[in-house]
Structures are given as C-alpha cells and as structure tokens.
C-alpha cells in the first residue's frame, strides 16, 4: 500500500458530536493513518496522495461533494462512513437524498434509517464508554446544542450539559444518569437511545425524523441496539480493509 489513509472529518469546533463521529477513532486501520480536518483539507489538500480516504463525522453535504470532485484525489478510493443529510425544515427527507451523493464513491454508507441506500450508523458507537454500566440518578436530563439550541431554559428544571462539552466519558454518563434525556442534539438523542434511556427530542431539522432505531419505537430500551450498530459498523470497516488489499 503506497500512501497514507486520509481519515477526514470535522477535527475542529466545539461539537462532540462531530469531533467523536470519525472511524478513525476507533478502528485501526492497516498502514499509516492521517486524521484531517475537513474544512482545511478543502482549502488546502496534503501534497501526499493518499493510498484512500475515509469520510465521516461531519464530513457530508457539500463538504462531500466538493471531496469527491477534487482532481487530486482521482482514482483513490473514497469511503463515506455514516454520513448524514438534513435541512432546517421539519419533516422526513426525501427518501432517495443519498442516491445521487453516493455517486463517485467507492464505499458510501449512511446513517438515515428509512432512506435508500446502505444503512451504516455513526461510528461513535464504538466508544468505550458504552460498554459501562451506569445507574440511573435523575428522572429527567437535559442536552442542549450549544449553538443552535441550547435549551438554556432547562437550567430551572433539571441537569443540564450542551454538546459543547468536549469530553466524550462526561457526556455519556451525564446522558446515562437519566431516566429520559431531552435533547435538541443528534448526537446526544442517539447516543441517549444506545444506552437504553428514553428521549424527548426539540427538533431542529428534518435529521430528527431519520435517528435510529428505525420504527416501531414505542419501547423506550431496544435491546441490542448497540451491539447491532457496532457490528454493523465492524462489517464496513472489513470491507474497507478489502479495498486497500485489492489495491496491493
């Protein structure tokens, strides 16, 4: 294999749902592994050619379009890792949104339940943190996106912590603690239903009507959830790895 792995998603910011959402977290994939910041990478790409790039945790709309067209990476193999599509409109998305943004691809998985194309949830369920037990201390938690939802009025009722609290062991046992967890964060309701917790969501956008787990989701723990997603995710990760095989 010539050439590094260019894993690019969102590395700067203060969002944990984006920062933790990058595969390269979690998987350890064969050979040298650069972790990139999207939005540098676009302005200004390394001088290497990479061996393949892996997209994922922030690294979607039209950051992915712009990353699949760039005349330096023709002939690399690209790999969309869980990646989402939303709009400030509240509703479903159209059910094909994916279809035409996985073209030039070689490997494009998404974490939209309900939309064509390969289901592949967020790669952040591989965190450690999950695997811990955690007890219930509150009836009710609160988590807020710092930047567009804050849910600052929640402080007179509840606990509250905002996706801008950049450690991932705090923000999962904060969203454990709780028996439902309100949240107007992705990340923080998809997060809050892998640990079995009930969720009341404040949706911002049409990216709430596609979290996981798909319908019927009237009971508040679905058993497996968890270890479903991360094999789901184990199972890409092995394909990827057949890519750079095949390109030995």
């Known amino acids: 294999m010539s050439g590094p792995i260019h894993a690019i998603h969102i590395r700067r910011g203060k969002n944990i749902g984006d920062l933790m959402s990058s595969p390269a977290l979690y998987f350890k994939f064969p050979g ?126 509840g606990p509250l912590m905002t996706n801008a609290t950049l450690d991932m062991d705090k923000v999962i046992a904060f969203l454990a603690s709780g028996e439902v967890v309100v949240t107007s964060s992705y990340h923080g309701a998809y997060w809050a239903r892998l640990l079995g917790r009930k969720v009341a969501l404040v949706p911002r956008g049409s990216k709430f009507w596609h979290l996981p787990p798909a319908p019927p989701r009237e009971k508040p723990f679905l058993p497996g959830i968890l270890n479903e997603h991360k094999e789901l995710n184990r199972a890409f990760f092995k394909e990827v790895c057949g890519l750079l095989e095949a390109a030995e």
């Not at 200004?44 to 709309?61: I, M, S, T, Y």
């Not at 067209?69 to 002939?75: E, F, M, N, W």
């Not at 509240?90 to 998985?109: D, E, F």
């Not at 450690?128 to 007890?135: G, I, K, L, Q, S």
């Open 32 to 157: 040298k592994v650069k972790r990139l910041d999207i939005r540098r990478y676009l302005r200004a790409p390394p001088k290497e050619r990479p061996a393949l790039v892996v997209a994922g945790g922030g690294a979607w709309k039209r950051n992915l379009a712009r990353l699949r067209r760039l005349p330096y990476l023709a002939g690399v193999p690209k790999v969309a890792w869980g990646v989402g599509v939303t709009s400030s409109k509240l509703g479903p998305i159209p059910r094909n949104a994916h279809t035409k943004r996985a073209r030039g691809w070689t490997l494009y998985g998404h974490r939209d339940v309900g939309l064509a194309g390969r289901f592949l949830p967020c790669a952040s369920c591989m965190h450690p943190a999950f695997d811990r037990p955690y007890a219930i201390e509150h009836e009710t938690v609160y988590f807020g996106h710092a930047l567009l939802a804050p849910m600052n009025w929640a402080k007179r009722i």
